[in-house]
């Protein structure tokens, strides 16, 4: 019997200097602060289709951004080659920047506007992003955040 309530009363105190571990741990602040989101890429651009893949980017896709762009959607955007890669990495890696992900409703909402702005059907741009595939494979799409130490 005394051997349980030690038990007991050891299990008691485990518990209680654990919630007290974690209450301060949370009083104190999270060194990193969350930043914009980077919305990454990977393109394999099939040999013989830089040139057009290149110039794709340069119009439509450079196009397309800097609408983004103004109206306040992306921050900012670029493209990054991978010098040396191997044969299982991506050529490219197209960046949009964000401050925020949007809402499913502002998503449609943008989406809209978009279509409003762009002077081709849905069923022209989906025809022209399959066409693509001729000279370039995205290879991965990732959603990172860019995270700042807290000063």
């Keep these: 019997m005394i051997k349980s309530i030690r038990k007991t009363l050891f299990i008691l105190l485990f518990a209680l200097s654990s919630t007290m571990m974690v209450s301060s741990a949370v009083a104190q602040e999270w060194p990193l602060v969350g930043g914009d989101y980077w919305e990454v890429t990977g393109i394999d651009v ?24 103004s109206k306040g959607w992306i921050k900012d955007y670029m493209i990054l080659a991978n010098v040396h890669g191997r044969s299982d990495e991506a050529d490219l890696y197209l960046i949009r920047v964000m401050e925020s992900v949007p809402s499913g409703a502002e998503g449609e909402k943008r989406q809209k506007e978009y279509q409003e702005w762009q002077t081709k059907t849905i069923t022209e741009m989906q025809a022209e992003s399959g066409n693509r595939a001729e000279y370039r494979e995205v290879m991965s799409s990732s959603l990172l955040q860019h995270l700042t130490f807290r000063d």
Excluded: P
């Excluded at 119009?59 to 762009?69: A, D, T, V």
């Design 46 to 69: 099939h040999d013989g289709g830089s040139y057009k893949y290149a110039s794709w980017l340069a119009s439509e896709w450079r196009k397309n951004l800097e609408f983004s762009k």
